[in-house]
């Protein structure tokens, strides 16, 4: 296997035994990056020069007997996360000379842990879309097929990793930008409980929604990244206090007598047959290893898309007030001060981002609050219920992540409701709130990964990996690789 093609547990291993030191490892990545980059444009900045600054700091420590679980592991990390003194653009050229005075928590912990950034990911602008075709700097490719998009908005961090441009990457996730482009690219996307990993430092789309989590290689390696990243913060008071078990000692418990539901609502008409056809044979597969199947209902799942749409866009234009051309960014000359923001904000947000704060603007003005605002959070709670509901059943929920596979590039740019309903299936999780893991589960006729969503209950990521890790310990889907 070449060096770069490694997970984190693999990397850790050759770099603990002496097989190969961080710098060859950061090499063999940056020379990977130099060979597929220009058909997969998944970064926006490669950190290249203090990639192998880095890596010679950690053959040092590491000489010197300082332990760390990534210590000399390139890792990549999406655009929307702040690195400190490097450039944070969120795909926007609001942001394109953005250099953070401080490091997001997230970061900051594997930092501790001996991480070496390799570079920032590319993204749908400000994590709005679900094909990184709203980037102000180009469009990522699916390294499974170039024609097809990668999924959005990480679908810079998901194609990296797809790619072998990187060990692991960090990505977020508000409605499915982590699951969606996981699926899309055949990896493992993780997104934690809301309130598990510190959102400090990770640039705001909708707050109440926003979660960092990680895209791998494999489900341990998620494992292995999610013990870094999870616990409380007081950089953000939505960080919970909670004890966070070893994720890595949960792997490998069998499954038996664990309930899985599947919900009848996700199986719906104009669903990808062999999508649908993947993911009921993973539920047998899991059934083989001893999960009891239960079909469950999660009634309001109709509703999750419209729901979403009304209150992540309110929480957009709130949070993307603070780009006035002020305070730092971009800034366009003006008459007046009302000018000069009206010219910034024109200048520096992309279509996509305006068509946000516009209905986000809409729902919460007065007169539409109650009728869109307020009904909409309403609504939430009722999909909240539902999900608390099945728990009571259920130990996990089973579904497809998306109900196609990667579509092509320029197929729904023209069209924002249809680029909406490819997350159909990822946007309840994010309202209600609860952890969800997307890995793949198949390969289509045509070549392309199939992605299954398994989906735990509040603070249970414990569950979803054990579900994850033993069906992928059964199956050889994550095994594959494109040709690039
Ligand atoms: N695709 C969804 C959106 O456009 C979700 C994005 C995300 O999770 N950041 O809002």
Redesign the pocket.
């Known amino acids: 296997m070449e060096i770069y093609s490694q997970t984190i547990k693999e990397a850790r291993s050759a770099i603990d035994r002496g097989d190969v030191s961080p710098v060859e490892l950061v090499k063999a990545v940056l020379g990977r990056i130099d060979a597929v980059e220009e058909e997969v444009s998944a970064y926006i900045t490669i950190n290249r020069d203090d990639a192998v600054e880095q890596a010679k700091q950690a053959e040092e420590s590491i000489t010197d007997g300082v332990k760390g679980s990534l210590n000399g592991i390139p890792i990549a990390v999406k655009d929307n996360i702040c690195t400190e003194g490097i450039r944070t653009t969120c795909s926007s050229r609001i942001l394109e000379n953005f250099i953070p005075p401080y490091e997001s928590t997230a970061t900051q912990r594997m930092k501790k842990e001996g991480y070496i950034l390799i570079g920032k990911t590319n993204?749908?602008e400000f994590?709005?879309?679900?094909s990184t075709e709203?980037s102000a700097f180009g469009h990522t490719k699916n390294p499974w097929d170039r024609s097809r998009v990668p999924g959005?908005?990480?679908g810079g961090s998901a194609a990296a990793v797809a790619a072998d441009e990187c060990i692991a990457a960090l990505g977020?996730?508000?409605?499915?930008?982590?699951r969606?482009p996981a699926a899309f690219c055949g990896v493992v996307g993780f997104k934690p409980t809301y309130g598990m990993v510190s959102r400090y430092g990770l640039v705001a789309?909708?707050s109440s929604?926003?979660q960092i989590g990680t895209i791998t290689k494999n489900v341990e390696d998620s494992a292995i990244l999610l013990n870094v990243i999870c616990g409380h913060d007081h950089l953000d008071s939505t960080s919970v206090s909670k004890e966070i078990p070893d994720f890595t000692s949960l792997l490998g418990q069998d499954i038996k007598g664990m309930k899985v539901g599947f919900p009848r609502e996700y199986f719906i008409e104009g669903m990808e047959r062999e999508v649908e056809e993947s993911v009921k044979e993973a539920i047998k597969m899991l059934e083989s290893l001893g999960a009891i199947p239960v079909e469950i209902s999660l009634p309001h799942t109709g509703y999750a898309v419209a729901t979403?749409?009304v209150l992540?866009t309110s929480e957009a234009s709130a949070n993307l007030a603070r780009y006035d051309g002020v305070r730092y960014g971009l800034r366009t000359k003006g008459k007046d001060l009302l000018d000069m923001y009206m010219k910034t904000r024109a200048e520096g947000f992309g279509a996509?981002v305006k068509r946000?704060i516009i209905l986000g603007t809409y729902a919460l003005s007065t007169g539409y609050y109650d009728a869109y605002y307020r009904k909409a959070q309403q609504v939430r709670t009722l999909i909240k219920r539902d999900f608390q509901k099945a728990y009571e059943k259920v130990d996990v929920i089973v579904t497809p992540t998306t109900p196609t596979t990667a579509f092509r590039a320029g197929e729904k740019t023209e069209d924002p409701l249809q680029?909406?309903l490819?997350?159909i299936f990822?946007?309840s999780v994010?309202l209600a709130g609860v952890p969800a893991i997307s890995l793949p589960c198949g390969l289509t006729s045509g070549g392309l990964p199939v992605g299954l969503q398994i989906i735990g209950n509040h603070f249970d990521e414990g569950s979803v990996l054990r579900a994850a890790y033993a069906y992928e310990q059964n199956t050889d889907w994550h095994r594959n690789k494109p040709n690039l």
């Open positions: 993204l749908d994590a709005m879309g679900s709203n959005g908005s990480s977020s996730d508000t409605g499915g930008s982590i969606q789309f909708a929604l926003d979403y749409y992540a996509e946000r680029m909406y490819s997350d990822t946007i994010n």
